[in-house]
């Protein structure tokens, strides 16, 4: 149960991270054009607290899923002023609505290269070896670096774990790595479930 309601929240702060970077685009372009933004609003449904800065109002809703940038004049109802967004050249238009999944795309390539530079991608090694398994026959040690198969240079786990599911338990050619030194070994390996 513990697992279930952290998986949940673990999914809200993703989902309500998204939805601020994505909302956050749309305001800072609909600003930098000129256009009022009314309320910027994070979560659907009743208000749960807001704060008035400015022009605009910050508010945090009840439903934590989803989000909104209210632009003055986003809709042929009301007054229309030269603040308003339909007001503004069609140019503007697009790159304020353009704006907010362009945040989306920049977050991903953010994390992409800060997981990656920080070492979260899960390196070629070996984990452990286990008793009477091919790998332990053949001399492999915990921590040896699997650094090529079948001539093919290895960089991350998933690259050893695709080439290992496609060989269909024929022999492979293992060069491992081990304090600066290159080993080679013949290895076939074994399914188990």
Sequence with gaps: ??????????????????????????????????????????????????????????????????????????????????????????????????????MNFLLAIILIFGLSASGYIIQPKVAAVLDGSPAQEIGLQEGDEIYRINGDRIHIYDEMQAIMLQNGGEPIDLEIKRDGMIYEYELTPQYSE
């Design 1 to 102: 149960m513990i697992g279930i309601l952290s998986s949940i929240i673990i999914s809200l702060i993703v989902i309500g991270v998204l939805v601020i970077v994505h909302e956050f685009g749309h305001f800072i372009v609909a600003k930098k054009c000129g256009v009022w933004v009314e309320e910027f609003a994070v979560g659907m449904g009743k208000k749960i607290c807001s704060k008035q800065i400015g022009e605009t109002e910050y508010s945090l809703r009840l439903f934590p899923l989803g989000g909104f940038c209210r632009l003055h004049g986003e809709t042929e109802e009301g007054e229309i002023t030269e603040r308003s967004f339909l007001a503004k050249s069609v140019w503007a238009r697009m790159a304020i609505m353009a704006a907010g999944p362009i």
